[in-house]
């Protein structure tokens, strides 16, 4: 059982940042996959970025260039540094670790990008 605990958000004008984090109860070296995805109101669950286990990294077209995915794996923490932020990243973003048995998310961390 991995626990996700999920911190950083917050309010921020445009073209600024933001860097949530996600702590980590057990060991995120050996997962499949760890990544985060956003949720705007009244939109649908959004994939934002992603790292593999062998460190490849996946982005969103629409974040691409801003945004960078990175992970600690001696704090078992992984973080997401949104640079250059439009209102359009207003969101509740939820990081997740999947492994081969299971899929756990984060409680989510709130976003606001003021114009």
């Known amino acids: 059982q991995v626990q996700l605990v999920e911190s950083g958000g917050g309010l921020v004008q445009a073209r600024g940042s933001l860097r949530p984090s996600c702590a980590a109860s057990g060991s995120i070296f050996s997962a499949d996959a760890i990544g985060w995805y956003r949720q705007s109101p009244g939109k649908q669950l959004e994939f934002v970025a992603r790292i593999w286990r062998v460190g490849n990294t996946n982005y969103a077209d629409a974040v691409k260039g801003r945004f960078t995915i990175s992970r600690d794996n001696a704090k078992n923490t992984m973080y997401l540094q949104m640079n250059s932020l439009k209102p359009e990243d207003t969101a509740v973003y939820y990081c997740?670790?999947?492994?081969?048995?299971?899929?756990?998310w984060g409680q989510g961390t709130q976003a606001t990008v003021s114009s």
């Open positions: 997740y670790v999947r492994t081969e048995t299971a899929l756990y």
